[in-house]
């Protein structure tokens, strides 16, 4: 019923907007207009200056990163707030690889490319991984003094100023007509160590979830699948590399940690549990 009404509204929607309905987001739904560009326009819960955000933010990563769409203004009608991007005609990620399943290595390893292409750009001005994670770090409660401390001199000396998406999953990848890659949503970006980045994105292909209800089987299969393609995401981010797998592992730690504070509720009983775990080896290592 509930789903019902959500369609007829969204429907409805399109009709006010004279638009067509394109994507769906958290706290957006994305249209294409009569001028051929997206537009991102958010619920009116959302407070403007989070829109102005991520209207900056856009602005300055598309200056360094192509792959993320042009940016254009900052939309408004009838009350609503909205951005104009370039439209990418395409699909996401995520459903190509449902589709596809027999590529889903081709496509991991197409996006460990295109994950340290994004981190081969330095970028100024934007949030810094410092301010991101020691905000993150300081809303878990469960963390004593001492770790805690550890955990932000590792932040503050693993610093770097490259560009982080801060959110790179199947469904802020889309493949165009051309079949390239192409970044969106860059609300979350910062700029900092990469490896905190790849950390987010291991997990969220790993074990991320998704609010959809499945069957038992079907998240038995989806998991083993998210296991292939997060290690084969991996191998390819680091092209065969030796990954640094101390600096690596209290990154996933510190991201589970930040995880946790989203509150996820299917997650955080495995996040309580592992973050204990982490935190008790890294006491045995002190
Ligand atoms: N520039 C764009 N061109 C085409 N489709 C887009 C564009 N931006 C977003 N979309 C579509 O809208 C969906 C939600 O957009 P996104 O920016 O990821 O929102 P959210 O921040 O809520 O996750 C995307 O998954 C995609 O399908
Ligand atoms: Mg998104």
């Known amino acids: 019923m509930t789903y019902l009404l959500f369609m007829v509204l969204s429907i409805l929607k399109g009709f006010i907007y004279r638009m067509k309905k394109i994507g769906l987001g958290r706290q957006a739904e994305v249209f294409e207009d009569n001028n051929g560009l997206a537009i991102k326009i958010y619920n009116t819960s959302v407070p403007i200056e989070n829109i102005e955000y991520e209207a900056e933010i856009s602005k300055k990563i598309y200056d360094v990163y192509n792959r993320a769409p042009k940016f254009y203004n900052i939309w408004h009608q009838n009350g609503s707030y909205g951005l104009q991007f370039e439209l990418i005609k395409g699909e996401m990620l995520s459903i ?23 981190h081969a750009n330095s970028i100024k001005g934007l949030k810094s991984s410092i301010e991101k994670y020691e905000w993150g770090l300081r809303q878990y409660k469960k963390l004593d003094e001492s770790i805690l401390y550890r955990l932000l001199e590792f932040v503050k000396n693993s610093h770097a100023e490259l560009l982080c998406h801060g959110d790179l999953h199947p469904e802020n990848i889309m493949i165009d007509e051309n079949g390239y890659m192409r970044v969106i949503d860059w609300v979350d970006a910062y700029s900092g160590n990469p490896l905190s980045d790849v950390a987010r994105t291991y997990y969220l292909l790993s074990k991320g979830t998704s609010p959809e209800k499945k069957p038992y089987y079907f998240k038995l299969i989806e998991s083993i699948v998210k296991r292939v ?58």
């Open 96 to 118: 190509q690889m449902r589709r596809h399943l027999n590529c889903v290595r081709r496509y991991a390893r197409e996006f460990g490319k295109l994950h340290r292409e994004i």
């Open 229 to 286: 393609i997060a290690k084969e995401y991996l191998h390819s981010y680091f092209s065969n590399k030796v990954i640094p797998k101390r600096e690596f592992d209290i990154w996933k730690l510190i991201i589970q940690i930040c995880r946790y504070n989203e509150g996820i509720q299917e997650e955080k009983p495995f996040l309580e549990r592992n973050i204990s775990i982490e935190i008790d080896r890294m006491g045995k290592n002190a």
